[in-house]
């Protein structure tokens, strides 16, 4: 097959509409494309079409929002667009095995790591919250499973010690849209090899939730740290301040100076020229290191700024977090 593929795209969040720009920048044909239903948001509450849904207007492209791809009018209906294939990518839908069957080509996936790690929901955040230097992007073709399916093409890219969620969310949504345009070329010349994902190393990327983001400083700092910036933006780790919430936007993993450890987990310690210094560890012994923070009505700052503003608020001696009594209560 050497002419153009007509293809259906499903996404939903501006994740899925990277790819969706590529492809319609690429030679292949886009003929429908498959969304989640309009949501409430802001706080209007207002409904809004997701970002797919919202390109696909601006291009003309016929839209379909069905709340779920199970009812055999619906699976008829998709057939009608008698595509080639279908492109799905974060759509938030289970496509039923008479789903993957109506395109000739199957469907393809563009997920966001380096399977089999990080099947699942989360992937770009887990990476980086479990310390992996590397992450990426798989395009495989689907089957019935979890992201069990056979990978066709894989695209690295590297995880430093700055690396948050939301620059590795706008990394992998760029390379994914590059990585499915390439796939699909392939297949309609020389073609894609399909090779099984191995049973060695296979993980899950839980959904994330917001109350996972208030940190333990309990915990290690390099785990700490790894955690703050792979929440970033959202679900944002914080903290107690008093009766406020400390927001942390960016940290590392630092070590104690001669006689400040051990001292209570959550202290804070003589700040350093650019940081707000915590101690933790389960012995007090560790510092994570707090280089961008927000206070409650504030914008976030970095942390000499905020301290010029409100250093009262972070005195050396400070405890963050609950106590242990909070805690237990």
């Not at 301040?241 to 590392?252: Q, V």
Request: hydrophobic share 45%.
């Amino acid at each position: 097959m050497s002419r153009p593929l007509r293809v259906i795209f499903a996404g939903t969040p501006d994740f899925a509409a990277e790819s969706l720009a590529a492809l319609l920048a690429s030679r292949h044909d886009v003929v429908a494309v498959y969304t989640q239903p309009d949501r409430p948001s802001g706080r209007g509450r207002k409904m809004t079409p997701s970002p797919v849904k919202a390109l696909a207007q601006e291009r003309d492209l016929p839209v379909f929002q069905p709340a779920s791809l199970k009812a055999p009018a619906v699976q008829a209906e998709l057939a009608r667009h008698e595509a080639d294939i279908m492109v799905v990518v974060a759509y938030g839908l289970i496509l039923p095995r008479a789903v993957l069957e109506i395109p000739p080509l199957g469907c393809l996936n563009v997920h966001a790591s380096l399977l089999p790690r990080w099947r699942g929901a989360a992937p770009i955040q887990r990476a980086i919250e479990a310390g992996d230097e590397e992450s990426g992007v798989t395009i495989m073709q689907m089957d019935a499973g979890l992201d069990t399916g056979d990978m066709l093409l894989v695209r690295r890219t590297p995880i430093t010690a700055t690396t948050t969620g939301g620059e590795l969310h706008d990394r992998l949504a760029s390379l994914g849209g590059e990585a499915i345009v390439e796939a699909l070329d392939a297949l309609v010349g020389e073609g894609l090899a399909a090779i099984p994902q191995p049973e060695a190393g296979i993980t899950y990327a839980a959904k994330l939730s917001k109350a996972e983001a208030e940190l333990d400083f309990h915990r290690p700092a390099a785990e700490l740290a790894a955690r703050v910036r792979a929440f970033n933006p959202w679900p944002v780790a914080w903290c107690a301040l008093g009766e406020d919430r400390l927001r942390l936007l960016m940290a590392r993993a630092a070590s104690a100076a001669p006689g400040e450890a051990p001292i209570h987990p959550g202290t804070l310690l003589a700040h350093g020229p650019d940081a707000l210094r915590i101690a933790c560890g389960e012995a007090g012994d560790q510092v994570l290191e707090v280089t961008r923070a927000q206070l409650p009505g504030a914008n976030p700052l970095a942390v000499h700024e905020l301290l010029k503003a409100r250093a009262d608020r972070l005195a050396p001696g400070t405890r963050l977090g609950h106590t242990d009594e909070e805690a237990t209560a």
